[in-house]
């Protein structure tokens, strides 16, 4: 789910280069920001025990091009579909982080761009409004390889292990085989035997390699 707002930045008279830029410029302000003012996520700020609070896993903003104008725009990761009414929660929610939460302090900085200084506003009295659209993710292919994972070399802190091999299997489509794996493994009884483990999900240098089938004409 996205949605879209106007912000209060008007480009009609910039070339789409001066769009772009200020867009980019806008997007490193957000990510490099305060995490507690000016974090990703606001769904972090979310404190009702409600079923949106179940069904959205997270609410991040940006902004986007539209035609000539700017725009803010929120990306909502779902677990369910909303219904009417629980958009209709989390839009009230956004506009009030907007208009006096996470926007109130975003405002505040002072942005660097080509031509000065922006100060950007993702809520405005007159006009703001929000547009959802939906866009589905498909999931990764599922991959039955087992993924490749050097050991030697690497740090041998067995969560450390865990964690590369777990990533190593999620982008690989295999995100029950990394849950399966990370269950033994915080289960064994010793270091050799969690490195066994893991080696069975992924190649390490310790997975077992088949022996090479030998020609007739080679036995003595």
């Not at 949605?3 to 830029?21: D, G, K």
Request: hydrophobic share 30%; net charge neutral.
């Amino acid at each position: 789910m996205r949605t879209s707002s106007t912000t209060s930045m008007r480009v009609a008279r910039w070339t789409v280069m001066n769009c772009c830029n200020t867009a980019d410029a806008i997007r490193r302000c957000r990510r490099k920001g305060h995490p507690q003012t000016f974090g990703g996520d606001l769904m972090q700020y979310y404190h009702e025990d409600d079923s949106v609070r179940s069904k959205v896993v997270s609410a991040v903003p940006s902004v986007e091009i539209c035609g000539n104008k700017l725009c803010g725009c929120l990306t909502v990761e779902l677990k369910e579909t909303l219904l009417d009414d629980e958009q209709t929660v989390l839009c009230n929610y956004i506009s009030g982080q907007y208009s006096d939460g996470w926007g109130e302090g975003f405002e505040q900085r002072d942005i660097r761009v080509d031509d000065g200084t922006l100060a950007v506003h993702f809520w405005q009295e007159d006009g703001f409004k929000m547009t959802p659209s939906f866009e589905k993710i498909p999931k990764p292919e599922k991959n039955s390889l087992r993924p490749k994972m050097q050991l030697i070399g690497q740090d041998g802190n067995i969560f450390a292990i865990m964690g590369r091999a777990s990533r190593l299997l999620k982008n690989a489509g295999q995100s029950d085989k990394a849950k399966e794996m990370c269950d033994r493994v915080t289960a064994s009884q010793s270091y050799s035997e969690a490195l066994n483990i893991v080696s069975e999900y992924v190649e390490t240098e310790l997975s077992p390699t088949s022996a090479p089938k030998r020609d007739r004409g080679d036995a003595r």
